[in-house]
């Protein structure tokens, strides 16, 4: 009987607007920037579950934005192509609630590097839960796959 290596991979989670919630292309982190990217520089911006992806983009929303239709996308990235950074890799000020240019500095270069298709920082919401930000300009065709789109409707007493 032959073996067969199946690799591993990871599952990770974003609430998106129904009509981007396909987008591959990281589109909206290239048009407004984010804690780990500048503007101009695509991402994605994920979570290793959904209560914390649905946090994260509590926190990064007003109220009066958040639009009717919503859905939660999850991701497959394998493994290999998953960069872990420590805490000790990161600014010191990564936790700051505005968001420094530091980190915007430190995940661009990260971004540009070439070689990084994903990396995993820590949640400034919750330290001990991780967000993944991928990278659409670090091609692998085995790296990045939608596997399901739920429609998700925003309960407001989140931000109440």
Known sequence: MNTVFIPK??????????????????????????????????????????????LEYSVNISLDLIPRSLCIVRFEIPDRNIRKLAV???????????????TREFGTAILLDGK???????????????????NPLQYDPD???ITDVQDFPYDIRIKK
């Not at 607007?17 to 990281?26: I, L, P, Q, S, Y």
């Not at 503007?39 to 911006?45: A, L, Q």
């Not at 000790?88 to 530091?102: H, I, R, T, Y």
Request: charged letters at 20%.
């Open 9 to 54: 991979a990871m599952e990770v989670f974003r609430i998106s607007v129904g009509k981007f919630a396909r987008d591959m292309d990281g589109e909206g982190a290239r048009l407004f920037g984010g804690r780990w990217n500048q503007k101009g520089i695509p991402c994605i911006y994920t979570s290793e579950n959904r209560s914390l992806a649905i």
């Open 88 to 102: 000790s890799d990161l600014p010191g000020n990564w936790q700051n609630a505005a968001v420094p240019m530091s």
């Open 116 to 134: 990084t298709f994903a990396f995993r920082v820590p949640s400034v919401i919750i330290p001990d839960e991780f967000n993944f930000v991928i």
């Open 143 to 145: 790296g990045l796959r």
